[in-house]
């Protein structure tokens, strides 16, 4: 049974049962399965992190063997890129954007559906091939020729191929939903310039993935082909080029770190002004900065190559694009900073972790700057600093990030409220865990450390540095494991949040918590930037029509 307000019949109540989940196309519960299943990866990369951390924990040592290895840090990688990060990302998105743009689903439900489902076969398989003789053992960027068939006999290269097919599928349909939506199905009043800035970043992202994954998606096929069907494009004996692997995959890889860094970004950029009570500063500015990293980002792929020997012009060209796509990215560090300053901030757990982004995130962002100078990447290239750079930025701005949007919309999404207490218990010791972890690896690195090796001997000094990020880890374990007590004892346990506890300014406010399965009632009529904050909406209103 359904009444019908306009042309849209709203149900009367929520399907329940798990069939109901299964075959749903509501976009809130494809949201929910989609964050549910990327934490769960999360879990599953975490231990493989902690294993890698363990057998480097001490000089020479023998936790696993070097195969199984190489095998776990693959997947480790693989596993918090394609599995966790960027499908929460898309989760989140999922949930949260027709909710904020005033829409009552995503544009087209079923390709929603299909992409959630995609997305899951893709991560049974990769992690399938642990089953089948073992998982690929080549790192998460698959260089060639260590994925040619002379190198990797067996099938797990062959899975991950698959298993990156797959998710680059459900990415790419996700991101024709996420610009169709945005751009089609917005509130009337809602023009470009008055969207919340997570929505910015949310489209911005899902351009660069319709750009950057056929990149990926055509070196997969190559890459198949040359290991079953004889052809040469990467083997050097058939008249191939290794490097060219190396163009198509950083081609994607590197915007692939600001299409996962962007969305957080504008969780930041929402989080920050409702606990400041007080507008973002420079809005016009932070959004379009949104537009130029999501523009240059496809500039600064061959800064990762400045070691295999490009002419010196390319060399220089691409060193001056990763060094100006720092410029848009400071734009928005100092919006922030210019948000907080004279704000009345409230300290929630959101809030904390808010304001962690961008001091940890401006650590990696500046080693980012030191690795863009050529003769320093010549000497700190394939070696720890390089590791500790990437997870200033993607640990130390993604992922706080996303914890950030999780403590302040899970509210909306539950209609319960985390725990404060056990919140900051979290906060603090991923502070102090994360920083343990992944500082002391820039020392490491300037020591001579390289990545990705399996051990080291005693006498070149490395074990102290090394048992100190051990310890972070297993640090940051405990947070991670307090984490998930919070999310499972407050839903079940958790007070009740109320419609809109932090007093935020977007849409998803104005709807019951969690919002109903048509989330609107009546399409509310935008006539600023912060509706709720402006025309002071009455709690129920959207949902009494």
């Not at 899951?120 to 998460?140: C, D, E, H, Q």
């Not at 300053?341 to 962002?365: C, D, E, N, Q, Y």
Request: a neutral charge.
């Amino acid at each position: 049974m359904a009444t019908q307000v306009g042309t849209f019949p709203i149900p009367r109540r929520t399907e329940t049962g798990l069939w109901s989940w299964l075959t749903t196309v509501d976009h809130k519960r494809i949201g929910i399965v989609y964050m549910a299943s990327a934490l769960l990866f999360f879990l599953l990369g975490g231990i493989e992190a902690l294993i890698i951390r363990w057998q480097l924990a001490q000089p020479n040592g023998a936790v696993v063997s070097p195969q199984v290895y190489n095998e776990i840090f693959t997947m480790h990688g693989t596993t918090m890129i394609f599995l966790f990060v960027m499908p929460f990302n898309v989760g989140l998105g999922n949930y949260i954007v027709p909710l904020m743009i005033g829409a009552r689903d995503m544009a087209f439900p079923r390709l929603n559906a299909l992409s959630l489902w995609l997305f899951l076969l893709g991560g049974l398989v990769m992690n399938a091939s642990f089953l089948f003789g073992g998982a690929p053992a080549m790192g998460w960027f698959a260089y060639a020729p260590l994925t040619l068939k002379e190198y990797s006999q067996t099938m797990g290269v062959d899975f991950w191929i698959m298993g990156i097919q797959l998710t680059g599928i459900a990415s790419i349909l996700g991101a024709l939903n996420f610009v169709v939506t945005i751009l089609r199905l917005r509130a009337p009043g809602m023009s470009i310039n008055r969207m919340p800035l997570f929505v910015w970043t949310t489209l911005v992202t899902a351009f660069m993935l319709l750009f950057a994954l056929p990149s990926l998606t055509v070196a997969a096929i190559l890459l198949y082909l040359d290991r079953h069907f004889g052809t040469g494009f990467f083997n050097p004996a058939l008249g191939g080029d290794p490097l060219l692997w190396q163009h198509l995959f950083w081609f994607f890889g590197h915007p692939e770190v600001y299409i996962m860094i962007l969305p957080p970004m504008g969780i930041i950029s929402e989080v920050l002004p409702v606990f400041s009570r007080k507008p973002i500063f420079g809005y016009t500015f932070v959004a379009w900065s949104t537009v130029a990293i999501g523009f240059l980002g496809f500039g600064v792929y061959a800064h990762h190559m400045f070691a295999v020997g490009l002419p010196g012009f390319l060399n220089t060209l691409f060193a001056g694009v990763s060094m100006l796509i720092a410029v848009p990215t400071a734009v928005k560090i100092f919006n922030w900073i210019a948000t907080l300053w004279g704000g009345r901030l409230h300290l929630t757990t959101a809030m904390l972790f808010g304001i962690s982004f961008p001091a940890m995130f401006v650590i990696g962002g500046l080693s980012g700057i030191f690795v863009a100078v050529v003769p320093l990447d010549w000497q700190v290239h394939d070696t720890y600093f390089i590791v500790a750079h990437f997870h200033y930025v993607l640990f130390g701005g993604a992922l706080l990030g996303l914890f950030a949007g999780i403590y302040y919309w899970f509210p909306k999404i539950t209609g319960r409220l985390l725990d404060e207490r056990q919140g900051k218990i979290h906060f603090w010791l991923t502070m102090v865990g994360f920083n343990l972890t992944f500082f002391p690896m820039h020392i490491l690195g300037l020591l001579g450390m390289p990545r990705r090796i399996y051990t080291y001997p005693d006498y070149v000094g490395w074990g102290g540095y090394n048992l100190l990020e051990t310890i972070g880890a297993v640090i940051l374990a405990v947070s991670v494991l307090v984490f998930f007590w919070n999310l499972v004892s407050s839903l079940v346990y958790g007070a009740e949040a109320g419609d809109n506890p932090w007093d935020g300014w977007t849409l998803e406010w104005a709807t019951p918590s969690p919002p109903p399965v048509y989330n609107f009632a009546e399409i509310p009529v935008v006539k600023s930037r912060r509706p709720l904050w402006e025309s002071r909406l009455p709690s129920g209103h959207v949902e009494e029509g």
